[in-house]
């Protein structure tokens, strides 16, 4: 077989492929190591060196196709998939005290997942001379990210897109064709990359590989991945430079995210198991907390605040009962708008009849705009859940603008909340979150995920760990990162350009990306299953 044979061959069929020694093994288990290693490096916490994941998956390829033997070619799937799924769920480590083996165990779990995918992929692109391999692992893994987005556990913190959240100029276009179109380029730019290579080493060591890379394969396949890279950097700089013009004549908003002291917050879910206290001591904290959520928020007013964004389940009462009072009268006094978490004291959720999930938004005069609850519980955090609580997207006329409000983990899923409250007329989003601190490192990046699709402006209130502000094309104004037991007081402030309201992806969404890639992932493995009959 010449180096560029177009016609498939089954390389078990073919007496011309070298045999895989111990060195051969060794070669290809480091080389998937050295991808492993370039995602590990990718993540905020760990390096932050997101750039690598163009190349990231280059060497895995090398060590599949061509340095490890067929039946051994989905082991640098799995290592990279392990190690890919370990540090997504590592972020859970400050919920599992005594039971991180958990984290272990589900990171090679979702390993194991990608090799009942991937160990298709070498037979299947040999079978098929190569036409399809840019598209292979693309597909299936953006099919797995769509399957499980609307997953309670970990939402979409697990899409790869996210690691590209620092570079907002390139990720505009997002707000067009959704976020998971990125993910498949990232993929697809690795497999387009992992070709060259793969076509390089057949013409140096022919004897690696019974099936060779067809050069037209290389060309044309060449010509979609990085014609495709090229449409994408380009519109998205359009995009920002357009979008940059358009915002430096729209209004602004000063606004303050506030971090206070996880010490000060009340014993619930996110509490990282706080023992109940008696009514007494429930009353001191309550008195803290009161004392240093006014000294904050005074703080950002003084900075020019015009509205102040708590963390949530900031209250265990409602602040419109007697009780929340102070609220009401710190709003009136600073003459600003303050948004804050709380959990309602009239269970509402079926069956387990819980209090629901809240925030209210008192204006300038001291009244109340309006209420709304948290949509998505948080199931990795035991958060409790009984039923679904309303489904509503009010929006609140504010005097800086319309003000729409989503709590904590609704950020997560692109679909839903963020989207359809920019949908429904806001202008800006308040999310009232409450984080961990193993967690605090990767938050931050879907919310600019948020920002971007829909050209809003976010303001997340955060307890002690992470809290931003994100302007309206995405870029980070103010962030926080800290991972000490109770979290660092902070306050942000920054000025946020209003929202346009013309993403295309608020009026679209993602769905029909989505729908389109489950069908061709479909169809290529049912491809699979009829050349598997057709050689039998």
């Given at each position: 077989m010449t180096t560029d044979q177009s016609v498939p061959v089954d390389a078990a069929q073919t007496p011309t492929q070298s045999p895989a020694g111990i060195g051969r093994i060794a070669g290809g288990l480091a080389l998937s190591i050295l991808s492993a290693v370039m995602v590990w490096v990718s993540f905020p916490d760990r390096g932050g060196l997101y750039p690598l994941l163009l190349v990231a998956f280059v060497p895995m390829y090398v060590a599949a196709y061509r340095v490890l033997p067929r039946r051994l070619s989905a082991i640098p799937i799995f290592i990279v998939g392990s190690v890919y799924w370990f540090i997504i769920w590592s972020t859970a480590w400050g919920l599992l005290d005594g039971y991180h083996w958990v984290i272990f165990a589900i990171g090679i779990f979702f390993g194991l997942s990608c090799v009942l995918f991937g160990i298709f992929d070498r037979k299947f692109s040999e079978r098929t001379g190569?036409?399809?391999?840019?598209?292979?692992?693309?597909?299936?893994?953006?099919?797995?990210?769509?399957?499980?987005?609307?997953?309670?556990?970990?939402?979409?913190?697990?899409?790869l897109a996210y690691r590209f959240a620092g570079a907002t100029p390139f990720i505009q276009p997002v707000s067009i064709v959704s976020t998971p179109?990125?993910?498949?380029?990232?993929?697809?730019?690795?497999?387009?990359?992992?070709?060259?290579?793969?076509?390089?080493?057949?013409?140096?060591?022919?004897?690696?590989?019974?099936?060779?890379?067809?050069?037209?394969?290389?060309?044309?396949?060449?010509?979609?991945?990085?014609?495709?890279?090229?449409?994408?950097?380009?519109?998205?700089?359009?995009?920002?430079?357009?979008?940059?013009?358009?915002?430096?004549?729209?209004?602004?908003?000063?606004?303050?995210?506030?971090?206070?002291?996880?010490?000060?917050?009340?014993?619930?879910?996110?509490?990282?198991?706080?023992?109940?206290?008696?009514?007494?001591?429930?009353?001191?904290?309550?008195?803290?907390?009161?004392?240093?959520?006014?000294?904050?928020?005074?703080?950002?007013?003084?900075?020019?605040?015009?509205?102040?964004?708590?963390?949530?389940?900031?209250?265990?009462?409602?602040?419109?009962?007697?009780?929340?009072?102070?609220?009401?009268?710190?709003?009136?006094?600073?003459?600003?708008?303050?948004?804050?978490?709380f959990l309602g004291e009239t269970p509402i959720a079926w069956p387990s009849r819980?209090?629901?999930?809240?925030?209210?938004?008192?204006?300038?005069?001291?009244?109340?705009?309006?209420?709304?609850?948290?949509?998505?519980?948080?199931?990795?955090?035991?958060?409790?859940?009984?039923?679904?609580?309303?489904?509503?997207?009010?929006?609140?006329?504010?005097?800086?603008?319309?003000?729409?409000?989503?709590?904590?983990?609704?950020?997560?899923?692109?679909?839903?909340?963020?989207?359809?409250?920019?949908?429904?007329?806001?202008?800006?989003?308040?999310?009232?979150?409450?984080?961990?601190?193993?967690?605090?490192?990767?938050?931050?990046?879907?919310?600019?995920?948020?920002?971007?699709?829909?050209?809003?402006?976010?303001?997340?209130?955060?307890?002690?760990?992470?809290?931003?502000i994100t302007d309206a094309n995405g870029m980070v104004l103010e962030r926080t990162d800290d991972k000490t037991e109770n979290g660092e007081v902070n306050v942000l402030v920054a000025d946020v350009h209003l929202s346009p309201r013309d993403a295309p992806f608020t009026q679209l969404g993602g769905m029909w990306f989505g729908v389109l890639v489950l069908i061709a992932a479909v169809a290529r493995y049912g491809w699979q299953v009829a050349l598997w009959w057709r050689g039998r």
């Open positions: 190569y036409k399809w391999f840019v598209v292979q692992l693309p597909l299936w893994w953006v099919a797995v990210d769509i399957i499980f987005q609307e997953n309670l556990w970990d939402g979409t913190n697990g899409w179109v990125l993910t498949f380029l990232i993929l697809m730019f690795n497999a387009g990359l992992a070709l060259l290579v793969l076509k390089w080493i057949d013409t140096r060591w022919p004897l690696l590989s019974a099936v060779h890379v067809p050069r037209k394969i290389v060309v044309w396949s060449s010509v979609a991945t990085f014609g495709f890279a090229a449409i994408w950097i380009a519109s998205s700089l359009y995009i920002y430079t357009s979008l940059n013009a358009q915002l430096a004549d729209a209004d602004t908003v000063r606004v303050a995210a506030i971090q206070p002291s996880n010490s000060h917050m009340p014993a619930t879910s996110f509490s990282g198991g706080q023992p109940i206290p008696t009514p007494a001591e429930d009353d001191v904290r309550r008195g803290l907390q009161q004392a240093e959520l006014v000294r904050l928020t005074k703080e950002a007013v003084a900075q020019g605040a015009v509205m102040s964004v708590w963390p949530e389940e900031t209250l265990n009462y409602d602040p419109r009962g007697p009780r929340g009072t102070w609220v009401s009268d710190l709003a009136r006094e600073t003459r600003t708008t303050i948004v804050t978490g819980k209090a629901p999930n809240m925030a209210a938004v008192f204006g300038p005069t001291g009244e109340l705009a309006g209420v709304t609850y948290k949509i998505h519980p948080v199931l990795a955090a035991d958060e409790e859940w009984g039923g679904t609580t309303p489904q509503i997207f009010p929006t609140f006329n504010m005097p800086f603008g319309q003000l729409g409000v989503i709590i904590c983990f609704d950020h997560d899923f692109p679909n839903s909340s963020a989207r359809l409250q920019t949908l429904t007329g806001s202008q800006i989003l308040a999310n009232p979150a409450w984080d961990w601190s193993s967690i605090s490192s990767v938050r931050w990046q879907s919310v600019v995920f948020r920002s971007v699709e829909n050209r809003i402006p976010i303001v997340k209130g955060e307890t002690g760990f992470d809290a931003v």
